[in-house]
């Protein structure tokens, strides 16, 4: 099966832009969520959609926007981008089923802002 | 969210048992016990979990404490493939989102 796949895998934005990155989700899975890993931290829980819809959202500001798309592919775009957006963000799908399912996450993208 | 307190750092040699120790003394009646692991320039990666019960797969066991206020990663034998950081997390039953703390960074020596 295939996994999940991130894109681009590095980017180097200013500050003040704007930013989009994409997440292709595993095969069979209606669930995607994203986290932000500065250096050194554990990942930082965005947001998630299950269907296309936010399910879900962690202590980030409006700036801070997704989508999903009926393929269940997503994309998280980032507007006004500060230099403490630097960071590895990570995009992880499941099933979304029954009481429990694992999270498979990507390999990240890693922000630099400058 | 119930918290969990794990060492900072572990060492071990290759191929000896590593266990790997987990606090999370305000867990909750439906909580369950996560592990997962990011190796270097990866995403995180699903291991094991557990409720009550002691349970195995092929990547690892988990021993949970019998009143569930701290559990333990068990890898039988340590390969180098194994060094990675090593989170346990606390989920609620249902699709809730992942808190990752700081992990446990294990080192495995040749």
Redesign the interface.
């Known amino acids: 099966e295939t996994g999940?796949t991130q894109s681009p895998t590095h980017l180097i934005k200013t500050r003040g832009q704007q930013v989009t990155l994409r997440c292709s989700s595993q095969s069979g899975h209606n669930?995607v969520?994203w986290?932000q890993q500065a250096l050194?931290?554990?990942?930082?829980?965005i947001f998630?959609y299950?269907r296309e819809e936010e399910n879900?959202r962690?202590n980030f500001p409006p700036r801070f926007s997704g989508l999903q798309f009926p393929n269940y592919s997503s994309e998280l775009n980032v507007n006004a981008l500060e230099l403490d957006d630097s960071a590895l963000y990570?995009c992880?799908s499941?099933t979304?089923q029954g009481?429990?399912?694992?999270?498979?996450?990507?390999?990240?993208t890693r922000l630099t802002v400058t | 969210d119930a918290k969990t307190t794990q060492p900072n750092s572990m060492e071990s040699n290759e191929e000896e048992p590593v266990h790997l120790p987990c606090n999370h003394s305000t867990i909750s009646g439906t909580d369950y016990i996560h592990w997962y692991r990011q190796l270097p320039s990866q995403g995180p990666e699903y291991v094991i979990h557990g409720l009550t019960s002691n349970v195995n797969n092929r990547m690892a066991s988990l021993a949970i404490a019998e009143d569930r206020k701290s559990s333990t990663l068990i890898l039988h034998r340590a390969t180098l493939r194994d060094a990675a950081v090593y989170y346990c997390i606390l989920r609620d039953k249902g699709n809730t989102p992942l808190v990752f703390g700081k992990g446990t960074r294990l080192s495995v020596i040749a």
């Not at chain 1, 050194?40 to 829980?45: A, H, I, Y």
């Open positions: 999940v669930t969520s986290y050194g931290q554990g990942p930082q829980f998630q299950y879900g962690g990570l992880a499941s979304g009481f429990y399912s694992p999270l498979h996450f990507g390999n990240g």
